[in-house]
């Protein structure tokens, strides 16, 4: 249950729980501006294969998700919020650290399944957030996870474009060793500020379950329900409808969202001439990093003021609808790209004339670095300015579904359904993607048809979203904490 509604804001709590969400922030997203590279060092040749290998090692992570989301889930209950975000963090540091050895597909897949398996980090901070801020302050509090996550987009895709392959960049990285493992850099730095993460949690934040049982303003009410705490279990949770629905949406919502993100490295690296941007790791994590800083900013501001006016199921409906608009734009891109063009011309030889085939410079004013800047960039950050405002709402109406006792085991049931929407969604997107490029198709069968596919995505999750009731823009707490204020004052006029 959240502290009543006058109670002062928890600094130093809600400061442990953005650094560590920063710091898993970035390792989740480290591998995207690298990631298409990684996969032609370990042999892959064709660029039409190279989605094929980027959904298996950027599914792997949602696969460790959904084996074990549940379980921290349920250990976050039993044991404490504080001690399931230390033993996620340290094995984040540790997965990272060992992904930067990777020196074959299967490697890499291992790595990330086990950075998917400590996922304890985002489901804890869900729940931690809803204990420690009173309910004035949940939209603003949720609004800082998002925040914690835009920076460490900024972070990780910085680090993981400017670091990887550094002997290429600087002379005194030129060593055998750094171009035996051209990756190990940007996760070492990783996992170097996971582990500043760890300290920040052990001394800085409380344990909010501890609190909750030994608070003597609750023993009634933690009497009466204790009946109820037992029996909670994933079959009891399912059995809700409200639980359900949002989960559900959830996972579909999840799918669409992450297939984006990964088709975005895997779009902006293949060559223009199949329908790509042909862009390098730098320019991909300039473009995550421009991204991140829009979502820092714009929901910051954005999303209190919307939410106040929308409530957290309206926002949730708006953003669902910009999301499948934006999607469907998203490959559009495509077409402002500089092309070169092949050309055969007659040359006067030595003895007689022949055929060469040289590039001519495109010089349409349409097609121009600067535009194709401009066009992604614009629709890359309104697309993830929206879609974080949809996982803030998701994320209030999941916790509103249910009491504070059980809000650590639904979390990790979110989680776990959720994962596999994220398993699918890199999987069957850059299967997609490749199918389409691999031989000349029309509209919507080119490099638009996975895009295509999530905007149909989004738009599904935005019939779910209509249907959700609008009780749920309220925590369930709510009238029980009031009641059980108005308890105390007559007790103590008593």
Not at 327 to 356: C, I, R, S, W
Not at 363 to 382: I, K
């Amino acid at each position: 249950m959240p502290p009543r509604d006058d109670a002062p804001v928890p600094w130093s709590g809600l400061f442990a729980v953005f650094v560590s969400l920063f710091a898993n922030a970035i390792s989740m997203t480290l591998p995207l501006p690298f990631l298409p590279f990684m996969v032609k060092d370990f042999g892959v040749e064709r660029d039409e294969d190279v989605g094929y290998y980027v959904g298996a090692v950027a599914s792997a992570m949602f696969l460790g998700r959904l084996v074990c989301s549940y379980g921290w889930g349920v250990l976050m209950d039993r044991i404490g919020r504080r001690p399931v975000m230390l033993y996620s963090l340290c094995g984040v540091t540790a997965s990272g650290f060992l992904f930067g050895f990777s020196s074959s597909t299967a490697m890499a897949i291992i790595t990330r399944f086990l950075a998917g398996a400590f996922n304890g980090v985002a489901i804890t901070s869900k729940t931690i957030i809803s204990e420690i801020c009173p309910p004035r302050l949940q939209a603003k509090a949720m609004t800082m996870l998002t925040t914690a996550w835009g920076a460490g987009i900024i972070g990780g895709s910085v680090i993981g474009g400017v670091l990887s392959r550094p002997a290429d960049s600087w002379e005194m990285f030129d060593t055998p060793f750094h171009n035996r493992y051209p990756y190990f850099l940007p996760c070492f730095t990783t996992s170097m500020l996971s582990g500043i993460s760890i300290f920040c949690v052990l001394f800085l934040l409380p344990e909010t379950l501890e609190r909750s049982a030994n608070d003597t303003d609750k023993q009634s009410l933690l009497e009466a329900d204790s009946k109820t705490k037992q029996k909670a279990s994933f079959t009891l949770l399912l059995r809700d409808k409200n639980v359900r629905t949002m989960v559900l949406l959830y996972a579909i919502f999840a799918f669409a969202a992450i297939g984006m993100d990964e088709m975005h490295s895997v779009f902006c690296a293949t060559p223009v001439s199949l329908g790509g941007l042909g862009w390098t790791t730098t320019d991909i994590g300039m473009s995550l990093a421009i991204v991140g800083v829009v979502i820092s900013c714009g929901q910051m501001f954005l999303y209190p003021p919307l939410a106040a006016r929308l409530k957290a199921k309206g926002v949730l409906v708006l953003a669902c609808v910009m999301t499948a608009l934006l999607a469907f734009v998203y490959p559009l891109t495509h077409y402002v790209a500089p092309h070169e063009a092949q050309k055969e011309v007659m040359t006067d030889g030595a003895t007689n004339l022949t055929l060469e085939t040289v590039l001519v410079e495109d010089n349409n004013p349409w097609h121009s670095n600067t535009m194709l800047w401009w066009c992604l960039g614009s629709v890359a950050a309104l697309y993830k300015l929206f879609g974080g405002m949809a996982f803030i709402s998701i994320s209030l109406l999941i916790n509103n579904s249910v009491v504070s006792e059980r809000r650590g085991m639904v979390n990790g049931l979110a989680m776990t359904c959720t994962a596999i929407g994220r398993l699918l969604g890199p999987s069957i997107g850059g299967a997609a993607f490749s199918w389409s490029i691999s031989s000349p198709h029309t509209f919507p069968f080119n490099q638009s048809f996975t895009f295509c596919l999530f905007a149909l995505t989004f738009m599904y999750s935005w019939n779910m979203a209509r249907a959700i009731p609008q009780s749920l823009n309220n925590p369930p707490e709510h009238e029980r904490t009031q009641v059980q204020q108005n308890d105390c004052e007559s007790c103590d006029k008593q």
